[in-house]
């Protein structure tokens, strides 16, 4: 089982940078989520950093069973909540990096995708964080966004942790 | 009474990428405002830090060009220190910068601006994209963008170091040069590369040039402006990407003047308007006229087709031979409708295409002679490339340390900002008649601002691909009185 865990964003855009920040704290936990059992039962997870959207997103999620988006939102809560949701949920809400202006929506990548014969994630799952300020370059992120990056990497460890159990659930019942 | 009519992406973004259409006592269009977001800040964001960061740190800005800020940072960077990169490092950027230009064109063409061709500008916003294309032309099309796409990434990460964000062009040249087995590698793409671009034209040939309405539409007076046209030229007065002066040519298509990039604070002035933060750049000795075309007006357009325009031809042979045609085809230079953008940017696809083949067979493209050693103190230098979407300046002054004291880019997008506010007015006006809006406003106002490829936050921030949008039309006191919607 191949995990990938996706921090989107611009690092050097305020909140936007968010979902670079939650990954990061992922890479640092993963060691004491993957034990050496684990890997040894072929469970792999990777994190990465993109600014990306629509096809060059789908690319880097090619050879992966799952993926974890971490991305930045724009809802009318307020700052540093979190949400969780499938892709499949995603014209409800309306987070930054997953379409792109200059190609296709992500939804629309990944059915291309498979319809070249791509081997892609069933299952994409999003953590997001509502933010504030998106329009001024800065590397600091406000306060409840910063704030929110524990519980955000905790709830992406959460689902990794989820998504494992339940593999092996599966495999032990085949 | 007045109306207001506001064209707003309803999914992301509030309040940004918005259109707004007040229509006169006659219901007839009296001002359309397309307001584009700008992120603020970043002059100041790299006050003090090192020059050497600024071709990484403005990758940043851009999530869909970072390659144009790259280059465009590292040939400002050469210019600071003064220092002229060895010959192969110069190929090196441009190489890498040809296989993004494949990428970029290809994404653009296929996913973007394609779609209204090939479903048509009728078709259910549903169909008009990626999808819908590989469902009417074959499967075959969908695995041959994926693979371009994949070539494209591959160069770059061979030669930028990295997949997504290059890292190796710094000031003076590269970081590393390319063994012998990676250059047979990169030529075997080259000419997969020419192959897809020659289809790619083809294919457009048949649906688009074979379609008499879609010709019709093309060149219909909806999109048509007569403005100045800007480009980079080489010696030869050919387009190109990465290096050479900038020439403007007037909406007569004689040259209206030519410049080093070190010179275009003498002939580019920034308008501003008080409804956007955004601002308008002109011809400064032309001057600003306000919303308007014409040679008296200081307008001007830096996308694909004024590259064209703005030049004598293309370098390579295929690329000059759709040149001729393209300009055979719409009845000579220049060539004034925007729509024509497309099949000048599949052109410049060819073009790239040829490019990345020519400087990946040249002999010295493997030699280990990439760096120059900066040996000058810094000072202040400019840097000018062609992003996709129009020409990209980087302005830096420095310390004698090399620490950045002041900044000031004008990105692609930027100057177009005059021109997209013209199409999509325009689009609007032939639209909306004595108070009645016809039901494709949705559709042609999209089509005349897609032409542009406007890059809306010019960073990582990313409108859904369908730009999904809202009319909503009000009257006198506000209250909405029709409701059109578009959702991708």
Redesign the interface.
């Known amino acids: 089982m191949k995990t990938l865990v996706v921090g ?6 305020g909140d ?1 940078g968010v979902g670079w920040r939650v990954a990061e704290e992922v890479r640092r936990q993963l060691i004491s989520i993957l034990t050496p059992a684990l890997k040894g039962a072929g469970h792999t997870v990777d994190v990465e950093c ?7 997103l789908m ?1 880097h999620l090619i050879g992966y069973q799952r993926a974890i988006l971490v991305d930045s939102f ?1 809802v009318d809560d307020d700052p540093g909540s979190i949400l969780i949701l499938k892709l499949s949920d995603l ?1 409800n ?5 997953t ?7 992500l939804q ?2 990944i ?3 498979r ?2 014969g ?1 081997d892609l994630p069933e299952d994409v799952e999003i953590v997001g964080i509502s933010t504030r300020r ?5 590397e600091e992120l406000s306060q409840p966004v910063a704030d929110a990056v524990p519980f955000a990497a905790r709830i992406v460890t959460d689902l990794i942790e989820q998504v494992i159990k339940r593999a092996e659930e599966y495999q032990r019942q085949e | 009474m007045t109306q207001r009519i506001t064209i707003d992406p309803v ?4 309040g940004h990428g918005k259109i707004e259409i007040f229509l006169d006592d006659a219901g007839n269009v009296a001002n359309s405002y397309f307001q584009i ?6 002059e ?2 790299v006050v003090g830090r090192p020059i050497e960061e600024m071709p990484l ?1 403005t990758n ?1 800005i851009c ?2 060009c ?1 390659e144009a800020h790259h280059m465009a940072a590292s040939k400002a960077a050469d210019a600071v220190y003064k220092v002229d990169p060895p010959r192969a490092a110069k190929m090196l950027r441009e190489l890498l910068y040809s296989a993004f230009y494949c990428t ?1 064109h290809t ?2 063409f296929y ?2 601006g394609g779609p209204d061709f090939v479903m048509g500008p009728d078709a259910p916003v549903a169909e008009r ?3 819908g294309v ?1 469902h009417k032309v074959g ?1 075959e099309i ?2 041959k963008v ?1 693979q371009m ?2 070539y494209g ?1 591959t160069v770059v990460e061979m030669l930028g170091g990295r997949k ?2 290059p890292c190796s062009s710094i000031p003076g040249g590269m970081t590393k040069g390319i063994t012998e087995e990676q250059r047979k590698e990169i030529e075997e793409m080259g000419h997969w590369a020419v192959d897809f671009a020659q289809f790619s034209l083809e294919l457009f040939n048949e649906i688009v040039l074979g379609n008499q309405a879609y010709v019709d539409l093309i060149l219909g007076d909806v999109y048509t402006h007569h403005t100045y046209y800007m480009g980079l030229v080489d010696e030869n007065n050919k387009v190109n990407f990465y290096d050479g002066k900038v020439r403007v040519v007037d909406p007569n298509g004689a040259e209206f003047i030519k410049y080093e990039p070190k010179e275009y604070m003498n002939h580019i002035a920034e308008h501003v308007e008080p409804w956007t933060y955004l601002k308008f750049p002109y011809l400064k000795n032309i001057g600003w006229k306000g919303f308007v075309d014409g040679i008296d007006s200081g307008v001007y357009m830096a996308t694909p087709l004024s590259r064209l325009n703005a030049s004598d031809g293309m370098a390579t042979p295929l690329a000059q031979e759709e040149y001729d045609r393209f300009y055979k085809t719409l009845g000579g230079k220049p060539v004034h409708q925007r729509l024509a953008t497309h099949w000048a940017r599949l052109i410049e696809l060819l073009y790239a295409a040829e490019r990345w083949l020519e400087l990946v067979t040249d002999s010295e493209i493997t030699s280990p002679n990439v760096h120059t050693k900066p040996t000058e103190i810094p000072t202040e230098g400019i840097g000018i490339v062609e992003a996709p979407r129009g020409t990209l300046t980087h302005h830096y002054w420095t310390d004698e340390r090399g620490i950045v004291t002041r900044a000031n880019l004008i990105v692609g997008t930027t100057n177009n900002y005059a021109p997209i506010q013209m199409s999509t007015k325009k689009a609007a006006e032939s639209l909306i008649k004595n108070g009645v809006v016809n039901e494709g406003l949705l559709n042609m106002v999209e089509m005349a601002f897609r032409a542009y ?5 010019c ?9 999904p949008l809202e009319i909503t039309i009000r009257d006198a006191d506000g209250n909405p009185v029709e409701v059109l919607k578009q ?2």
Do not use: W
Request: glycine residues 12%; contains cysteine; aromatic residues 8%.
């Open positions: 989107l964003g611009n690092p050097i855009l936007d993109l600014s990306l959207g629509g096809l060059g690319e724009k014209p809400y309306s987070a930054y990096h379409a792109s202006a200059h190609d296709t929506s629309n990548a059915e291309l995708g319809t070249m791509a998106v329009y001024d370059f800065s | 999914t992301r973004l509030e977001p700008e992120l603020r800040g970043f100041r964001f740190l940043r999530g869909v970072p970029d994404t653009h996913a973007l994209n990626i999808l590989i499967l969908g695995g994926i796409r994949k990434h997504v964000h490829d406007p890059c809306f936050g960073a990582t921030h990313s409108l859904p691909g369908q730009m959702f991708c």
